[in-house]
């Protein structure tokens, strides 16, 4: 038997910060293809499939991580899109964020957010961060079976 592993959705805006979390997936040796987004208006691109990823397979991430300050759409409108559609809902969002705003995070639960983790400043705390949230939502949660078309 094969085992296929799904995809993890990066969406965020600072190169810096895209990069500590690619490291941090990657060092620890996490097999899950990571795609980069660097705006909420690829995000949803991405999500459905149009535009410069129309030819990507079509499979839900097995889990998003969403900056929730990012141009052209917000994290938390993109947050409301997927929890708002059918097919998109049952997809794990985990808020990866620099905002302790309480108001950010109330909004994030309330649109059905999974997780809501604040950018660790520390280095290998925020390394140590996204290989723990890595290896739990990408290999230790059972994600829904996929909607049939």
Same mark, same amino acid.
């Given at each position: 038997?094969?085992?296929?592993?799904?995809?993890?959705?990066? %969406?965020?805006?600072?190169?810096? !910060? /895209?990069?500590?979390?690619?490291?941090?997936?990657? !060092?620890?040796?996490?097999?899950? =293809?990571?795609?980069?987004?660097?705006?909420?208006?690829? /995000?949803?691109?991405?999500?459905?499939?149009?535009?410069?990823?129309?030819?990507?397979? *079509?499979?839900?991430? /097995? %889990? +998003?991580?969403?900056?929730?300050?990012?141009? @052209?759409?917000?994290?938390?409108? %993109?947050? =409301?899109?997927?929890? &708002?559609?059918?097919?998109?809902?049952?997809?794990?969002?985990?808020?990866?964020? &620099?905002?302790?705003?309480?108001?950010?995070? +109330?909004? &994030?639960?309330?649109?059905?957010?999974?997780?809501?983790?604040? @950018?660790? *400043?520390?280095?290998?705390?925020?390394?140590?961060? +996204?290989?723990?949230?890595?290896?739990?939502?990408?290999? %230790?949660?059972?994600?829904?079976?996929?909607? =049939? /078309?």
């Amino acid at each position: 038997m094969v085992l296929h592993l799904r995809r993890i959705l990066l %969406v965020e805006d600072n190169p810096n !910060d /895209a990069e500590l979390t690619l490291e941090g997936l990657t !060092d620890h040796n996490l097999a899950n =293809r990571v795609d980069w987004v660097r705006d909420g208006a690829e /995000a949803l691109d991405y999500l459905y499939c149009r535009g410069a990823h129309s030819e990507r397979p *079509v499979e839900n991430p /097995a %889990v +998003i991580l969403l900056d929730l300050k990012l141009p @052209k759409v917000d994290g938390l409108e %993109v947050l =409301r899109t997927i929890k &708002s559609d059918e097919k998109l809902r049952s997809t794990p969002v985990v808020v990866l964020t &620099s905002s302790r705003e309480e108001q950010d995070m +109330i909004e &994030s639960y309330r649109l059905g957010v999974n997780a809501y983790v604040v @950018k660790p *400043v520390n280095f290998h705390d925020f390394i140590d961060a +996204i290989h723990e949230l890595g290896a739990f939502w990408a290999v %230790v949660n059972e994600p829904p079976p996929m909607p =049939r /078309a």
